[in-house]
Every structure is written in C-alpha cells, then in structure tokens.
C-alpha cells in the first residue's frame, strides 16, 4: 500500500520487533527514534500528524496533545495503567483510549513477589556484602531477614494482578488477608484470602502489596497515618504506581523505623533522582519500573497494543477499550 494513503501511526518509544511489524501491516510507523522520550514540543509536532497514537505511561497525554491530534483517533496505552492519559478529555474529543490488561498480569506479579522475596532476604545487600569481600566467616548473627513463608501478606486491591500475587502467597503457606473497594467471594473461596478493612489489614500483615490503580481515591492511600499502623518489621511492595504512596512520608517511616524495609518499582517522579533521600537507605530494594519487563509479555503488550489501533483504525470497537461509553451508541 502507498504510504500516502496509509494511516499514521506514532510510537513513541521503540517495542520488540512484532509489534513494529504488525503495525506495518497496516500503518505508516512513525516510531521515535532516540532514548529518552520525545519532549511536549515533539510529541505535539509528531501528533500532529498521527490517526494513532502508541504511548507510554511515562507520556503525559493530555487536552494539549488530544488538541495538536487534529486526526487522532485512538490513544494506545503500552500498560494497563493509563493514569498518564486525560480519559475524559479523549472522551469529549471522540478519541478512543486502550490498554493493556491481563497480558502482564502474572509477570508483574511475579516482579512484587522478587521485590518481597529480596527486602525479606537482604538480597541486595547480600549480593554487595559477598562482592566486596565482606565474607570473611559464615556467621550466625549475619544478614539475617525474615521468613515469608507461614507469614501474613495484605494485599490492597485484589483485582488481576492482586488475585495473581495471592496465588504465589499460596504456595509459600502465608496468610493473605486483601482490602478492595468491593468484596470477592469468589476470590475468597478459590484462594482463601480474607476481607478485612485496610486499617486492619496494614496492623496485622507482614507484607503488604500494593495493586490499586492510581486515581484520586488512591493518590496518597498510604500515608504517615497508614504507616503508623503498619508492624515496625512489616516490609512494603509497592508495584502499582509511585504516587499510591506518599514517597515523603514513606521515607521518613523508613530513616525511623517506623516500617522494616520496602520493595519499590515505581516512584512518585519517575525516573527518581540518584540523590532522592529514599535511596541512601539500606532496607529498601528498588526497581526502575520493570514489573512487566519480559521479552514475552513486552511483546503481547505490543501484540495488543497494535490491534487496539487497528480495530479503530477499520472502525470497529478495540479490544481493550478504556472509555467505553465512546462505543455506546448503536451509530458507532
Ligand atoms: P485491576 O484488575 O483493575 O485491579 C485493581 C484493583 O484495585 C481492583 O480490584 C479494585 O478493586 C482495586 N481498587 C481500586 N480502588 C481501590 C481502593 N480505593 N482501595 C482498594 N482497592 C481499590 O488492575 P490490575 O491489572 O491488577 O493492575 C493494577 C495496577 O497495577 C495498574 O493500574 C497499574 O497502575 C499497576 N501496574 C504496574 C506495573 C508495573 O510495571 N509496575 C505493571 C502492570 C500494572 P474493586 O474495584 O473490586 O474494589
């Protein structure tokens, strides 16, 4: 096909190579070059000329890009968070946006499970102290953490990625208690988990898992007041998106042992600055937003991502359209 009449597509960061190809089948890929990510003025003048758009959660597209799109007809969101994105705004401008749910479902699961098995073992510090010639004896009293297994897991917001964090809690025998906004019973039976409020939650687990959306309800869901109540061994995970938690009030509980230690892949401003207070302290084990971060899944996200922009592009409903009342009316 003529790549006149082909429509235009923008990628905003480079994706393994079956999702640039499948997009090829059927778009101009207009794919950004360069590491790092476009800057506002580039996204505008690359959107410009888009029918789609393949974003990042890390692109922040809102009422400015929706208005530069003057032929944009979908916003392809490469993770199944679209915080980044102003729905409502895309909504109002008959903009479809997608994501990508289910896909890195249990690889992100397994990223919260690595992050909690490393805070409970000291694996980082392990990993330093054996490298830098620290080992001199084996000795009883050294780099001791915590057990997992037989301990007590909380975890906020059991939705697919919570209910897959469960599973792996199973099979190490914890207790899984879990807050959500609604209760599961099915979740309840299948994997034993038990609902309790997130005060009671934070007061009786060991580990506590975040899982929620970010949205304004859960901007801050943990906070001083919420660390306060947590075990001064209690070790938290956080997966979800950085501003879940209050970073600050996060760090301080931290520095004064308010909690034992944390597991983070994702931070309030990303990425975090090298001389962020949080990473001067040894109980916490980082991750540069990577909870998704396999050849397999980073390649269905992009699968998915492509097809999303298709079906839009041919006129029909996406598969994982995120502002569902765009195809609620029987003309569309
Ligand atoms: P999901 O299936 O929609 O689950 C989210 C759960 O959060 C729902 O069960 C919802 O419960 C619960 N929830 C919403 N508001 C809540 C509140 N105020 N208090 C307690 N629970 C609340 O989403 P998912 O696929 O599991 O993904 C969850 C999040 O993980 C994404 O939105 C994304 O931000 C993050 N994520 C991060 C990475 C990474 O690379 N680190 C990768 C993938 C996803 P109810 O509605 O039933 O109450």
Redesign the pocket.
Known sequence: MNNSVRPRVFVTRDMPQPAIDRLKEFAYVDLWPAFPAPEKHELLYHVSQADALLCMLSDPIDEEVMAAGKKLRVIANY???Y?NIDVAAATRRNIAVTNT?DV??ET?AD?AFTLLMAAARNLIAADRFTRDGFWIAWHPLVLLGHDVSGATLGI???????QAVARRARGFGMRILY????R?PAAEAELGVEYCS?EELLQQSDYVSL?????P??HH?IGAKELQLMKPTAILIN???GNVVDQEALTAALQDGTIGGAGL??FKEEPISPDDPLLELSNVVVAP????ATIETRTKMGMMAAENIKAVLEGRRPPNLVNKDLYSSPSK
């Open positions: 993770a199944v968070g915080d749910p890195l479902t992100t990223m906020v917001g059991l939705g697919r990625i919570g807050t959500s906004r609604h599961n997130l899982h929620t959306p970010l949205m309800e859960t869901l997966t979800s998106r892949d994702v937003h990577i909870g998704s």
